[in-house]
């Protein structure tokens, strides 16, 4: 198969790139479009054979459910059976933006997209082009990250394309992500409200705008049915082994990596290693938003540039790390 990529950065070539992209969708095709938070797999939500497609593509474990994705508020309650006081709160305050909301589904949400579950992930994402397509093809989208499954999620069109072409018809580049990590996901389906995926939203923002608190992450409910992607155990992981470690020197961080490779790459943000003996050192923002926007893109670098270990510097323990932190480990997990 032959994998089109289209660029956006006219107004002539984004009209052109919604136009294809509605049209392979229509037609039950997958598609790598761009979002603010990392580029995603895109099918007909309501298409049971075209969600089939990215499973299959992505090598996606079967109770992995796939976040809905959605082009106003009125196609969001569509989805969903029943919309709360907290679901309009958030979408208020958040929407458009990087926060899925996890509902009881509507009767029209296909199984396979909730994994069999009783509850849909909905988001209406900010980015321009993948609300441009959702108004145009007039259904919502279901799109996990446009990645092999485990893999470390693509913050650009580049990243797509190593891992997927020549398995889908059309990549569309709209740039880097913005955010660079997965959204948050917040469980409104239950009284006690969870948070059932860390993201850049902290639960404190969530908490002070629907007026009670929210519950920490748990990955299932009673059946064991997961609500949420983003909650196996290993995921978005790098080729390369990752380590997250602290260190004050040079010789501290020598020391801890004694029995791992000479090529190592180091990702650093505070404590800068100022000599060699590294197959790299990449020095990384202390922004917290910075951080997030580069740190994907960083471990597909690394991988590219061979590393056979890459270890990390440990991240502040601040709630506004959360996000960044729940990643590295579930990248980091054996």
Known sequence: MKTEILSTHTQELFAHAVYRAVELLTAGE????PTETVYGLAANALD?????????????????????????????KRCVAAWPTSAEKLANSFWPGPLTMVLPRAKSIPDIVTAGGETVGVRLPSHPFIQAVIRECGFPLAAPSANLSNAISPTSAEHVSKQLSGKIRLIVDGGSSQVGIESAVID???????VLRPGMIHAESIAAVIGQGVLNESAGDKSGTLRSPGMLRKHYSPKAKLLILEWKSDAELKSRMMHHSSRAHIIAHTSIPSTGGFGGVSVMPRDVAAFARAIYAELHRCDEAGAEVIIVEALPNQPEWRGVADRLGRAAAE
């Open 188 to 194: 409104l389906s239950t009284q006690g409200h969870r």
């Open 30 to 33: 997958v598609v790598a479009l």
């Open 48 to 76: 049971t054979e075209a969600v089939a497609k990215i499973y299959s593509i992505k090598g996606r474990p079967s109770h992995n459910p796939i976040i809905v994705h959605v082009s106003d508020l009125p196609m969001a």
